[in-house]
């Protein structure tokens, strides 16, 4: 399973675009790279994954350069409610596991 | 998209006892997962349920002390036995639909508290 490294925390005010890289180094041809959002005391929820090139959906946008070693989570415009634990997962169809996930503090 | 259900939601335990948490699933999946979250931590993973057959259990984590069982496609159970205070922890089911890779859905988790 290819492991990732990420920000441990980041904070940013409201109303920017917010940036979460994450390094995999050893991702493998068929594995994709998936993004998750936790809040406190509810499970992980599902934000976007992608394999290549860039993903946009109506919540965030992710961007993966050609080697795939890394990937970068984009939010437009946090507000206070993004504040939240971001975890970036490398995986296919198999058992996927978490790595250290990334706090995001939005500031008023 | 899949709606996971778990029972209980929360729950406060002696030493020494067992408890058992239901994952009820509201679509067929193809695969099902338990993980386990300390406070302020990630999520570890536990193990695989296999649909009837055992789990497939991740190093640190043993039959004996995290029985699984899943009689089906939709419904896994995830049991605690003879708890201690180091046990205290979240416990979240997951499942992955088929056809979506890396996507998975969880539930909202069963806090369990060891006295």
């Known amino acids: 399973l290819a492991k990732t490294t990420q920000p441990i925390s980041m904070d940013s005010y409201e109303g920017q675009e917010v940036n979460i890289t994450c390094s995999h180094n050893?991702?493998?041809?068929?594995?994709?790279i998936t993004w998750y959002q936790q809040f406190p005391s509810q499970g992980p929820r599902f934000i976007i994954q992608?394999?290549?090139t860039k993903v946009t959906n109506e919540v965030a946008s992710l961007f993966i350069p050609a080697d795939r070693k890394s990937s970068t989570l984009s939010l437009p415009r946090v507000s206070l409610s993004d504040t939240a634990v971001y975890y970036c997962?490398?995986?296919?169809?198999?058992?996927?596991?978490f790595g250290t996930g990334t706090k995001l503090q939005v500031i008023p | 998209s899949a709606v996971i259900s778990q029972k209980p939601s929360r729950d406060i335990c002696q030493r020494g006892t067992s408890l058992t948490i239901q994952c009820q699933v509201d679509?067929?999946?193809?695969?099902m997962f338990w993980y386990r979250q300390q406070p302020g931590q990630s999520l570890t993973l536990i193990a695989t349920?296999?649909?009837?057959?055992?789990?497939?259990?991740e190093s640190g984590f043993v039959i004996d002390k995290f029985p699984i069982s899943r009689p089906n496609l939709t419904f896994s159970t995830l049991t605690v036995s003879n708890m201690s205070p180091e046990d205290s922890s979240i416990y979240l089911c997951?499942?992955?639909?088929?056809?979506?890779?890396?996507?998975?859905?969880f539930g909202e988790g069963s806090r369990l508290t060891v006295l």
């Open positions: 992608g394999y290549k």
């Open positions: 349920a296999n649909q009837g057959s055992e789990a497939t259990y």
């Open positions: 997962l490398v995986g296919g169809y198999q058992k996927v596991t």
């Open positions: 679509s067929q999946v193809t695969m």
């Open positions: 050893n991702i493998a041809t068929n594995d994709y």
């Open positions: 997951s499942a992955r639909l088929a056809g979506a890779p890396g996507e998975l859905f």
